[in-house]
């Protein structure tokens, strides 16, 4: 057999073998219009056209009361010692919240932890978890009141850094467990939750919270028998942290040259060490304003100088 006899034989076998094009239009006609084809063909086409609707077709079930909870299912850290107790009744009322918490409710998290830093004894909402057992856990962060700073418009709480506080909830129990900070020539430039607006009283608030830690005015703040803070005055309309040096008066009328706040100059003593200092003072005299004061007390060298403010040169 020639070669060109073998080559038209296996074309036409392989025209034998290849369907025709007809052959596979009815293959694929057949195999659509097969029952179980049809019922996923008319499925797909019913959720393309009623999918814009399934929100409407599905009843909403936040209403219901098995998926709901009352505030008692709400488990809010506990304020400390100087921090109100009504905060959550008072975030419930400014914020508008339902008396029955919708648990379905999307972003119900998200609205209850703005709800709660919204207020101004609130410094930061951790977490909020809705968690599958009806229950609701919101975990915060108190500010503690820290200061009174005297102002020409009154007194006014803030906490360690100088955030104001509400006055309302303060009343002279609660004032009298705090430092006074005095020479202070600014007010609020905001309401309560709000920052001072001024750098003296943040330094000077920072100091107060270190004089009193955790709200203890007797470890050393009573203990030296001190008095007030005293801010000085800048000498520049916009003072860094290091050019404010503060002073501490006491009760007999001496004067302690402190110096600067905590963490503004770390070529300073430390807190710790200028408090012992004082109480190296009190232990050698019997407290810092006698015999013989009252005195002016430099803490902020290794030698602590004491000058008897009875001497004009020190008044």
């Not at 036409?12 to 179980?36: D, I, N």
């Not at 019922?39 to 929100?55: G, N, T």
């Not at 909830?169 to 905001?190: E, R």
């Not at 200092?277 to 005195?295: A, F, H, I, T």
Request: a neutral charge.
């Amino acid at each position: 057999m020639s070669k060109k006899s073998a080559g038209s034989s296996e074309k036409a076998k392989a025209k034998a073998v290849e369907p025709s094009r007809s052959t596979v239009a009815l293959t694929v006609r057949k195999g659509l219009f097969q029952p179980s084809m049809l019922w996923w063909l008319a499925s797909a086409l019913l959720v393309v056209v009623f999918l814009p609707y399934l929100p409407w077709l599905i009843p909403d079930l936040r209403g219901l009361p098995q998926y709901q909870i009352g505030w008692d299912r709400v488990q809010v850290t506990p304020p400390p010692p100087g921090v109100p107790t009504v905060i959550v009744d008072e975030v419930r009322a400014t914020a508008k919240l339902p008396e029955r918490l919708p648990l379905l409710e999307q972003g119900l998290a998200a609205r209850l932890a703005a709800a709660f830093a919204a207020h101004p004894w609130v410094a930061n909402v951790e977490r909020v978890e809705v968690e599958r057992q009806r229950h609701i856990t919101i975990a915060l962060t108190y500010r503690r009141p820290a200061a009174l700073v005297e102002s020409r418009g009154g007194y006014y709480p803030v906490d360690a850094e100088g955030v104001l506080l509400p006055p309302g909830d303060f009343n002279s129990d609660a004032a009298a467990k705090l430092p006074v900070v005095q020479n202070i020539k600014t007010l609020p430039q905001g309401p309560a939750g709000e920052g001072w607006g001024d750098l003296t009283v943040v330094c000077a608030a920072r100091l107060a919270a270190a004089l009193v830690p955790e709200g203890d005015i007797e470890r050393h703040w009573n203990r030296l028998g001190l008095s007030a803070l005293i801010a000085p005055t800048p000498k520049v309309a916009d003072p860094a942290a290091e050019d404010l040096s503060f002073e501490i008066l006491t009760r007999g009328g001496s004067i302690v040259t402190w110096g600067r706040a905590p963490g503004a100059d770390s070529l300073e003593p430390s807190v710790e060490e200028k408090l012992a200092r004082l109480s190296q003072v009190v232990q050698n005299q019997g407290s810092l304003d006698g015999p013989g004061g009252p005195y002016r007390i430099d803490i902020r060298h290794e030698v602590i100088s004491l000058q008897s403010l009875s001497d004009r040169r020190y008044r």
